[in-house]
């Protein structure tokens, strides 16, 4: 749970509140010299609306360069930044051709997939060639070869379930499975910080939502209880189903799930488990297996595991896991295997090749060592800020650090100065956290050496101190940061 | 008895206004005269607030104890999470042991393949895979990231403009999947309360995007202008209020579903008319329709401008993966923030936006593909005209020839059980592969199921003519007995 200190929400609140009179100040400027050029869309209601289009224009545009900044390079753990100007107060950005070399905090390449690797990119360039980028066709139809039969026995090995159904894109798994899943009169309890494509999933499903307080078991309890004695609104008809999702790692927040707790309690209330390890699978667990892995909960007792490739397997899509029966029901009638395209072949081997290379069926401990690396690093990095006084969130062995920023000119502030010491980080604001929660946000990788950790911890706490971040002040400033040895 | 009481009531009443009247009957407040009745009348209305205010009786909750709970808790049977397993649902697609180009393998044998939206025949295409491979040396496979957070590979940016550029709009939005791009743009531009019209038979990944909108969805019949005007007609009359609404026209220019071509030109003159705006698919005729493939604003010799919104998925004619979103910079900028599709997710691999750039070279470069495919599709319509049983359904100038049935069995399941058995055996007697349409139990789409046979440029005049002899053949084998 973040505790926002009373200042600090104080001045949050008035920095918005100054910004959002500035906007609204020049919004009245602006609307009386377009009514004076009166525009040539009469009839029309403005496309953009409201104050979503207004955060946009005033707020976010100021900033944007802090986002979306483009690469030119492999997203390993160093990148080539490409450097950009505006011309008008940073309404439009253009490219140059000037490249800075920084340190990449922000990709979610959390075992160094991401480049260039010996046993995958090779493997991915062959089945390139024999397969074709594309297979123009949905799974159903023609765009079933004999690679995806492949990665789908591989995936469901490798997750531990009996089953698997691959998609090419995460966000899709999600939001075109729980419709297939649950439906009118059913229910789906949802963490409160869920990512987005559950939500659309849960909203287009048709079936109740509720949300139980982040990451509390107790508070899951107490809804279950609620909700299994009342039934369904006004009917009170006995629930069909009731569904809980929740996810390994939340992005935004770097904790782990409390996943025993919750199975234990969905198993005594006879509720399905959805379990979303789109940053968890194949960056914790002993051999990459994810949360269940590591926290030591049998995959037999969550019903549907989901994850993603983006992001430890550094390729692309998303997979379904399941009992035999769930999966054949889903390929048969879920609308990602019936209507879209699927995985591009070459992704495809990449996923076969990375989840080799994780249990070492390459022939060598690349897998493990990889394994090894991301969690001293990021145990390492996480409590190297905490000592800094940084307030850091999430729990140890994840790789995800997000640290709070709260002040809206805090954001451009972290993220400019870091990246002119060649530190990319990656700066989180509203839409994808409350508006008050800003953070700036770590994703540690494998990749990274101790060298550039050491670097990037000398670069944040500069900037920290400078922007004015460090909410935990500590102990006399550490010295002996720089001679702390990674194991 | 009762007359006697009526009298005493008047007598009081009389009273009551006498005495009333008496004092005040000349008692003028700001220019009113207080009259006896007027005072009723105040403390009548001062009665019913008080009697508004007050709780309205309820009978006393008596919260459920923890044990009645633990009971309820315990006595509750969840429904299993599917339904039970049917035969029908344990279909299993063939599988290719090559590239899904014009002649694949499957079962080790070499087939000719109708199954894949390769309309231009890239599969394969040297062009294609020379920057593919060298952009996947240079940047790995997966990008790692969302846009917003260093996803943003220069060659998104690069593709973004090529696109635009193609299609001379001034920018274009690249998002990672196909069926993403339809249902990620159409609610970041509909909310609640906006009113969208939309033709019956658009796919599922516009019909979720309606569904996630929670605009006012109103249909009209598949490809029909007529119904289209009543439905534009009737909301705008009834409706004063819709002026200040936003209103949209949603359509697909060849639509999967049929292999229909929607009349743009019409369409924008009903738009224009009654001040919607027009949202486009043009998955199935990008790079297809028009002369240089531009889609179906060249073909019907449309300004590109008037229509707002146009989206594409990548993985048909360019044969690549992803999709895109085209129209003015304000709706290109627009989504970058608000569609959760683009936002929330990784981005485009960076070889797969790579191929795309390629794509549309090779199509520029390459005027003949479209020649070539056209030709392909009358070849493929001549070869099949005079086919027993079934109906060409589809446009003649659609990449997507829609075989259905000339007599419905009356059940979408029974019509299809008989295309599937056509379908099966040109696959195992002809080494052909064609598939049938699909459909999920999700997609509200109601029109009739068929044969969709995806024509590619680089199909050989004998892939088209050995197609055609075979379906007929195997139709009439098939359907004798229905017919
Ligand atoms: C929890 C969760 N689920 C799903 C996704 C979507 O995955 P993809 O990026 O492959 O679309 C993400 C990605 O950010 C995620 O964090």
Redesign the pocket.
Same mark, same amino acid.
Request: aromatic residues 18%; glycine residues 14%.
């Given at each position: 749970m973040i505790t926002i200190p009373y200042l600090t929400a104080l001045s949050t609140y008035f920095s918005y509140g100054l910004l959002f009179a500035f906007g609204q100040l020049r919004d009245f400027f602006r609307k009386i010299i377009d009514w004076w050029q009166s525009g040539d869309l009469q009839g029309y209601a403005p496309i953009c609306l409201g104050l979503e289009d207004f955060y946009i224009r005033r707020l976010y545009n100021r900033i944007q360069d802090c986002f979306g900044r483009p690469i030119s390079s492999a997203p390993d753990a160093w990148f080539d930044v490409v450097e950009r100007y505006s011309n008008d107060n940073n309404k439009t950005l253009k490219r140059t051709t000037k490249i800075s070399r920084c340190l990449n905090l922000g990709s979610?390449n959390y075992l160094g997939f991401a480049a260039s690797d010996e046993y995958c990119t090779p493997r991915a360039i062959e089945s390139l060639k024999k397969f074709s980028p594309s297979t123009c066709s949905s799974r159903v139809d023609g765009g079933t070869t004999t690679l995806h039969k492949e990665l789908e026995e591989c995936v469901a090995n490798f997750v531990g379930k009996p089953d698997a159904m691959v998609t090419g894109?995460?966000?899709?798994?999600?939001s075109a499975i729980l419709p297939v899943l649950i439906g009118k009169g059913g229910l789906i309890i949802s963490d409160s910080l869920?990512?987005n494509?559950?939500v659309n999933g849960a909203r287009g499903s048709g079936a109740t939502v509720r949300v139980f307080q982040h990451n509390t078991p107790s508070h899951l309890e107490k809804v279950l209880r609620e909700q299994i004695s009342e039934g369904q609104p006004r009917t009170h008809r006995p629930w069909k189903k009731i569904i809980i999702i929740v996810?390994?790692i939340?992005?935004m927040e770097g904790e782990l799930c409390q996943l025993p707790e919750i199975v234990a309690i969905c198993k005594k209330y006879k509720a399905y488990v959805y379990l979303?390890?789109?940053?968890s699978i194949g960056a914790v667990g002993k051999t990459g297996r994810g949360v269940c892995e590591l926290l030591g909960v049998d995959t037999a007792d969550v019903d549907i595991m989901?994850g993603?490739?983006?992001?430890s397997f550094g390729s692309?899509?998303?997979y379904i896991a399941g009992s035999k029966e769930v999966i054949q029901y889903l390929k048969y009638t879920c609308p990602a295997h019936l209507y879209a395209t699927s995985v591009s072949p070459p992704a495809a081997q990449q996923i076969i090749s990375a989840i080799k290379v994780i249990l070492g069926e390459d022939g060598t401990s690349r897998g493990a060592q990889k394994l090894a690396r991301i969690r001293e690093n990021s145990n390492f990095f996480r409590s190297e800020l905490q000592k800094m006084g940084f307030e850091v969130l999430g729990d140890n062995d994840s790789p995800v650090m997000p640290i709070m920023l709260y002040n809206p000119a805090k954001i451009p502030a972290f993220s400019r100065e870091c990246l002119k010491q060649n530190v990319a980080v990656v700066t989180v604001a509203f839409p994808a956290t409350p508006l008050l929660l800003a953070r700036a946000r770590i994703c540690i990788s494998a990749s990274h050496t101790k060298e550039d950790l050491l670097r990037a911890l000398e670069v944040i706490s500069r900037v920290g101190d400078l922007v004015g971040i460090k909410y935990f002040p500590a102990e006399p400033s550490k010295q002996e940061t720089n001679a702390i040895k990674l194991e | 008895m009762a007359s006697s009481f009526l009298n005493i009531v008047n007598a009081t009443l009389d009273w009551v206004t006498a005495t009333l009247d008496a004092p005040s009957s000349r008692a003028i407040v700001f220019g009113v005269p207080i009259g006896g009745h007027l005072f009723v009348e105040v403390l009548l209305f001062l009665v019913i607030v008080f009697l508004l205010s007050q709780k309205s009786y309820k009978p006393p909750k008596r919260p459920l104890t923890e044990k009645e709970i633990d009971e309820l808790c315990e006595e509750w049977v969840p429904e299993s999470l599917i339904p039970p397993i049917t035969e029908e649902m344990q279909y299993e697609p063939p599988v290719l042991e090559s590239a899904a180009g014009p002649h694949a393998i499957i079962n080790g044998k070499e087939v000719v393949n109708f199954a894949a939206a390769n309309y231009l025949g890239l599969i394969g295409h040297e062009k294609l895979l020379e920057s593919c491979t060298s952009a996947l040396e240079k940047y790995g496979v997966g990008s790692c990231g969302?846009r917003g957070f260093y996803g943003t590979i220069d060659v998104h940016l690069d593709c973004e403009a090529r696109i635009a550029k193609f299609l001379g709009t001034p920018d274009s939005i690249v998002y990672?999947?196909g069926l $993403?791009t339809m249902f990620s743009a159409i609610p970041a531009f509909c909310k609640k309360g906006d009113i969208i019209v939309v033709d019956e038979g658009v796919h599922w990944g516009i019909q979720n995007g309606l569904y996630l909108s929670r605009s006012t969805i109103v249909y009209f019949k598949h490809n029909d202008m007529e119904s289209l005007r009543n439905t534009l007609e009737k909301i705008t009359v009834k409706n004063q209020r819709a002026k200040k609404l936003r209103r949209y026209i949603v359509v697909e220019a060849v639509y999967q579903n049929s292999g229909q071509i929607a009349p743009l030109d019409e369409i924008v003159k009903l738009k224009e008319k009654y001040r919607f705006r027009v949202v486009l698919d043009e998955s199935n005729s990008f790079g297809v329709l028009g002369k240089a493939g531009r889609g179906l604003t060249e073909f019907c010799g449309v300004p590109v401008e008037k229509i707002d919104i146009i989206t594409a998925a990548m993985g048909h004619a360019l044969a690549t993966e992803g999709g895109f979103c085209t129209g003015s910079a304000r709706v290109t900028d627009h989504q970058r923030l608000s569609s959760s599709?683009y936002v929330? $997710?990784?981005s485009l691999p960076p070889y797969l936006a790579s191929g795309a750039i390629t794509a549309i070279d090779v199509l520029e470069e390459n005027p003949d593909l479209i020649t070539k495919l056209k030709k392909n599709i009358a070849v493929l319509w001549k070869g099949l005209s005079g086919i027993l049983g079934l109906s060409l359904a589809s446009n003649p100038e659609s990449p997507i020839v829609f075989l259905r049935l000339e007599k419905s069995t009356g059940s979408v399941k029974s019509d299809l059980q008989l295309l599937e058995d056509i379908s099966d055996r040109l696959l195992k007697e002809y080494s052909i592969f064609v598939v049938t349409s699909k459909r999920s139990t999700l997609d509200k789409c109601r029109l009739p199921v068929g044969i969709r046979l995806f024509v590619s440029a680089a199909h050989l005049e004998s892939d088209l003519l050995k197609a055609s002899e075979s379906l007929k053949r195997v139709a009439e084998l098939v359907l004798k007995d229905h017919i």
């Open positions: 979610y894109m995460g966000y899709v798994t999600n869920n990512h494509s559950i996810e390994g939340y992005s979303d390890e789109a940053h989901m993603t490739f983006t992001k692309c899509g998303g | 969302p990672s999947y $993403s599709g929330f $997710s990784a």
